[in-house]
């Protein structure tokens, strides 16, 4: 019953969807997925779905690509080389937290915003 609140109130899928699977095997070409987490909140801290995958060589981050959905859930990959990321930097809150990917020259290069629910799952990442 709670899974079924989950997912209908939050959008909270409880695996890694096919279609952001299929994302990330296009973005990362023979990538292996070695972890990945929901993040719940997006820009303004509002309620979306993002989802974050670590492989072999990269972390990629997967956002709805509301442009060209045409019905169906279209997602829109970034991917980040790890050997890009010098540091992470994870700021955490009463209600949410953000961790922060730093590169050369601390320059950010990506911020995923989540709540507490997540924070399990970014942690294993």
Known sequence: MSDDLLQR???QSDEL???VKDAFDTASPGEKIRAYAFCDLVAGLTF???WVI???RCLAIADPDAAR???HRVWKMQTIALVDIEKFELLE???SSR???VGKNSKLLC???FTRRQSRAMGNL
């Open 9 to 11: 109130y939050f959008l």
């Open 17 to 19: 969807p096919s279609s």
């Open 48 to 50: 979306g779905q993002r």
């Open 54 to 56: 670590l492989g072999d």
């Open 69 to 71: 959905s045409n019905g």
């Open 93 to 95: 809150g009463l209600s």
């Open 99 to 101: 961790l922060n990917l």
């Open 111 to 113: 911020a995923l915003h």
